[in-house]
């Protein structure tokens, strides 16, 4: 039977289709920080003892090693692929930085130029990890993860089973120390936050990682060394690490592969929670600062309500799963590279 | 303006194992000029825009561009001299900016110690979405928001400042299917761009199925059939009539699609469908397929007959009105679902949705229809191999034995084993999609006489033909789908086959 003529063509129909979707887009990426307003609001009027300025900085010191942690790995999902070499790394880059500043088990007294080497070496597993996994092209979830127990396993080889405890005052300086208010660990991951920005929004670099995570044939056929852009960006997310790894040193004022222990699932969760889609190609580090922050808030609230510890993590696995289900668009692919 | 030569093509053909997709082209470009090509799907202009922009490498032949020899080894490889084509796949990146995606790559310009300045880059994309007259679209949206004919001219305009920037003697652009998601207001405005090109002496190639928007734009038009350059006709010479019969040529015999053999349909209707719709693709589709009956859907690409294949076969459920099987309302989401009525199909791609490659032929022929090959709850192999080996005998299957992988058959013979396998699951409502598509011609033959051999079984099928000639052939009754709607409904029973020309002007 022949069509009947009415008005709207196809071509239209597509059109106001599209529109639609597009609509429904800017809610969804409004969402986290609405969240995360509700949630704040919420604690403040249910958990005695949230607006307080002594929980404000516990919040603000709680943040900072996750906040750089999350940054480093938000550019690796939104090229869409993973890094889970983050405990192993960060385990490493602890252990090694205790052993290199005034300390109890070697004769090192590199100061600060110790912290930067630490900082350098994680940078420099990134980078590796980044040329076995372009060269080879195995996928990042094989390669990260092999790195993570093998860098865990150097980690231990390091201190050789007994922990150095660091006896550098500048790492006491830094753990207690704050400047308006602010404490010193949490602007360092605020300048993380600045330098990170920055490459998302002012570099063509920044540009690409999103292009790769979109479609990454597209990206090929103009002729870009895509692979020059992956190693780049598993170098960042290894500095990142490195810089969470001196961080939690300076927090426990010693150095061990527990150290990284924890770590990849809050970060994980927060990117997630923050908008950036496991799929890649879309979000970006103000989602991660958004996620960082709800996560945060969570963890604390929950805290100062007593909640089981065990039962905090359940509550976080419950967290990723709502956010990703929510995120995800129905048959995509996530995390193939 | 200039009338001198850009590109030349010289004898160029392009042979794909078992069959030839280009027979000896010869083609000239001037500069300032349109030319248009015409031809039905599978003529060969795809092939041959791929060899232009270096995607594909010509058998034979040569090309000449600027009265150099040419001979492009990828397409940014093209580009840098000059060749530029608009895809019929968008190949924008949707979550960047418009000034984004028509820079990328060239980020370098804007660079000053690592930051890029988006400002400047902003103002150059004015530059260059002006070049060829636009100037309402906001340099810094992102593609993702943009409408379908909005990102259609970013493609061109980001086209065009690769290649303008290349060359100075003048580029050539070649725009496959343009139009195809364009309202008239819209295409109007392309040809406001494509004028825009070839004032500043550079030539344009237009592809199209629109045979009036190629008469109206193009200043020469090359018609291809079955891969020959059929005729040039310059614009002024050029009638839809003529366009038709070059394009479509002498009707191919009845013998070969057996027609002898086309069965008249029984009364009884196995599905019924009602005004059914998926949006922003086809709707208000109305028809009823009766037992032993082919029902062929012509159309172009862009038709919506492919997402009514995929409605019926349970890829997508429809949005719009009804589809009763058997006299059941029904709404699939999934293949499964359609396959529990009694559907099933035979998918174009047939090596990533026909056959699973890394299997052998029985263990394909089998995939459908494990419950007749089971032994007290486990498979057993010797009834699979007695399957596999009485199909390879019925349908002439060529293997080197029934454990070959799939993978290794020709493209005829890997068909066959799809048939076979669509066969023994029992269903008998079959959707064919381009079922004879790079298979040769024994092979095809073959599968003529198999879809005869399935109605007078008293299977239904609803065949998207490989080409035009094969719809007709094969089919009861043929609909005609243009623009997602269906223009006209034929009657093809074997004294009353229509003729190609007629059903052409209803698809374009």
């Not at chain 1, 929670?273 to 969570?298: E, W």
């Not at chain 2, 299977?459 to 035009?468: A, F, H, N, R, Y």
Request: glycine letters at 10%.
């Amino acid at each position: 039977m022949i069509s009947e003529n009415t008005n709207l063509s196809i071509a239209e129909e597509f059109a106001a289709k599209m529109k639609k979707d597009n609509q429904k887009q800017k809610i969804i990426s409004a969402a986290p920080f609405v969240i995360l307003l509700f949630l704040v609001a919420v604690m403040g009027i249910t958990v005695k003892g949230f607006f307080t300025f002594d929980n404000f900085t516990s919040i603000l010191n709680q943040l900072a090693s996750p906040l750089a942690l999350s940054l480093g790995l938000t550019f690796v999902i939104i090229m869409g692929s993973i890094d889970l070499s983050v405990e192993g790394v960060v385990g490493f880059v602890g252990s090694i930085v205790t052993l290199m500043v005034l300390n109890t088990k070697t004769d090192s007294d590199l100061g600060l130029a110790g912290m930067a080497v630490a900082v350098l070496a994680g940078m420099a597993i990134g980078f590796i990890t980044g040329v076995i996994h372009v060269k080879s092209m195995l996928p990042s979830f094989m390669v990260t993860f092999a790195v993570s127990k093998i860098m865990s396993g150097f980690a231990v080889l390091s201190y050789k089973g007994e922990p150095a405890m660091v006896k550098e005052p500048l790492f006491q300086q830094i753990a207690q120390g704050s400047f308006i208010g602010i404490p010193v660990l949490t602007w360092i991951a605020f300048i993380i936050f600045a330098i990170a920005f920055f490459l998302e929004r002012y570099t063509a670099f920044g540009r690409y990682v999103f292009a790769i995570g979109d479609n990454e044939s597209i990206v090929r056929n103009t002729g870009i060394n895509i692979d020059k852009i992956k190693i780049l960006v598993f170098t960042w997310s290894g500095f990142c690490m490195g810089i969470a790894g001196v961080m939690g040193a300076i927090r426990i004022g010693r150095g061990e592969v527990l150290i990284g222990n924890g770590t990849l699932f809050p970060s994980i969760t927060a990117i997630v929670v923050g908008g950036t889609s496991l799929a890649g190609g879309k979000g970006g580090v103000v989602n991660t600062l958004v996620g960082v922050l709800i996560v945060t808030v969570i963890q604390n609230g929950l805290i100062l309500l007593g909640v089981n510890p065990y039962i905090q993590l359940a509550i976080q696995g419950i967290i990723i799963i709502l956010a990703v289900s929510l995120s995800v668009t129905r048959g995509k692919k996530v995390i193939t590279k | 303006m200039q009338n001198r030569t850009l590109f030349k093509a010289e004898n160029i053909s392009k042979e794909y194992p078992g069959t030839v997709a280009l027979r000896g082209i010869n083609m000239e470009i001037n500069a300032g000029e349109v030319v248009g090509l015409i031809g039905e799907n599978g003529a060969g202009k795809s092939t041959l825009l791929k060899i232009i922009m270096g995607i594909e490498q010509p058998t034979t032949g040569r090309m000449e561009l600027h009265g150099k020899e040419y001979a492009p080894q990828n397409p940014i490889h093209a580009n840098s001299l000059g060749v530029g084509m608009v895809f019929q796949e968008q190949s924008l990146i949707q979550n960047l900016t418009v000034g984004q995606n028509i820079f990328f790559g060239q980020e370098k310009k804007y660079r000053k110690f690592g930051v890029v300045n988006w400002k400047r880059m902003y103002e150059d994309t004015k530059q260059a979405l002006a070049a060829i007259g636009i100037s309402n679209v906001r340099p810094d949206r992102k593609v993702s928001q943009l409408d379908f004919a909005t990102r259609q001219m970013v493609e061109i305009a980001k086209v065009f400042n690769i290649v303008s920037n290349a060359s100075v003697e003048g580029s050539i652009i070649l725009l496959d299917e343009p139009t195809s998601v364009l309202n008239d207001e819209e295409v109007k405005q392309l040809y406001k761009q494509i004028d825009k090109m070839r004032k500043a002496g550079n030539a344009v190639v237009f592809v199209s199925h629109r045979l009036d928007e190629v008469m109206e734009i193009s200043d020469r038009i090359y018609i291809f059939k079955d891969g020959s350059n059929v005729g040039i006709m310059k614009k002024e010479e050029a009638n839809e009539m003529l366009l038709y019969e070059k394009m479509v040529g002498r009707t191919a015999t009845g013998e070969y699609y057996k027609v002898d053999r086309q069965t008249t349909p029984d009364k009884e209707v196995v599905m019924e469908v009602k005004n059914l719709g998926l949006t922003g693709y086809f709707m208000n589709v109305s028809f009823k397929l009766h037992k032993g009956e082919v029902i062929g859907i012509c159309g172009v690409v862009g038709s919506g007959k492919e997402h009514l294949c995929a409605v019926i076969c349970g890829d997508e459920a429809h949005t719009a009105g009804e589809m009763i099987i058997k006299g059941k309302r029904k709404v699939f989401s999934d293949p499964c679902d359609s396959r529990k009525s009694g559907i099933l199909s035979i998918p174009k791609e047939r090596r990533e949705e026909g056959i699973i490659g890394s299997l052998s032929i029985h263990e394909n022929i089998c995939l459908s229809s494990y419950p007749s090959v089971k032994k007290k709850g486990f498979i057993s192999k010797k009834l699979q191999y007695q399957k596999a080996l009485e199909w390879i005998d019925r349908l002439g299957i060529k293997c080197s034995g029934i454990k070959e992988r799939t993978e290794f058959l020709s493209g005829g013979n890997a068909q066959k084993v799809v048939f076979a396998r669509v066969l023994s699951s029992g269903a008998d409502i079959l959707v064919l999609n381009h079922p004879t598509r790079g298979v040769d011609i024994g092979a095809k033959e073959d599968i003529y006489g198999i879809i005869r051999d399935m109605t007078a079984a008293g299977k239904s099928v609803i065949l998207l033909g490989d080409t035009l000639d094969e719809c007709i052939g094969l089919s009861n009754r043929i609909l005609v789908m243009k623009d997602g709607k269906v223009t006209k409904e034929y009657d093809a029973s074997p004294s009353n086959k229509p003729e190609q020309v007629d059903i052409v002007r209803y698809m374009m």
